[in-house]
């Protein structure tokens, strides 16, 4: 038998759950700037989107646990572990070139989902960020 929670979620994992999706969704465009970089100016620029994820591929687990401690609704849970699995997809496709390259050709691919993802749960988290507020 499945039982919900009917526990209001905590504020400020809410606020924090909002502040990390938004800096996620910022750190996506910046790679994706990066491999624009790297495919139109120079080769060089490929440094930079490989270096650069270590920087905030940390920011789904953060989510998920803000979003488990935090009490947040489930879909908030399931979408941000989607993100956490479509993040180890990415690295597995970007060094699956040599053994496959239609799995490497997806890379891109799931980056275009990563965001599409990330901007419908910054768009959700806002909902978070005005719970409790009174209207004015």
């Known amino acids: 038998m499945e039982t919900r929670s009917t526990a209001k979620p905590n504020r400020l994992a ?5 502040l990390l999706a938004a ?4 750190c996506l465009f910046i790679q994706f700037f990066f491999a624009g970089m790297a495919i139109f100016v120079h080769p060089v620029h490929w440094s930079k989107h490989v270096i650069f994820v270590h920087l905030f591929e940390w920011l789904p687990i953060i989510m998920l646990l803000a979003s488990i401690f935090g009490k947040l609704p489930g879909s908030f849970r399931w979408r941000t572990a989607a993100l956490v699995l479509l993040i180890f ?31 419908h749960l910054f768009k959700a988290s806002l909902q978070l960020w005005r719970w409790g507020e009174k209207s004015r």
């Open 23 to 26: 800096a996620l969704l910022s």
């Open 89 to 119: 997809i990415m690295y597995f496709t970007a060094n699956a070139r040599v053994i496959l390259p239609f799995a490497a050709a997806a890379h891109p691919v799931i980056g275009v989902i990563m965001v599409w993802l990330s901007v």
């Open 14 to 18: 809410g606020r924090l759950y909002a």
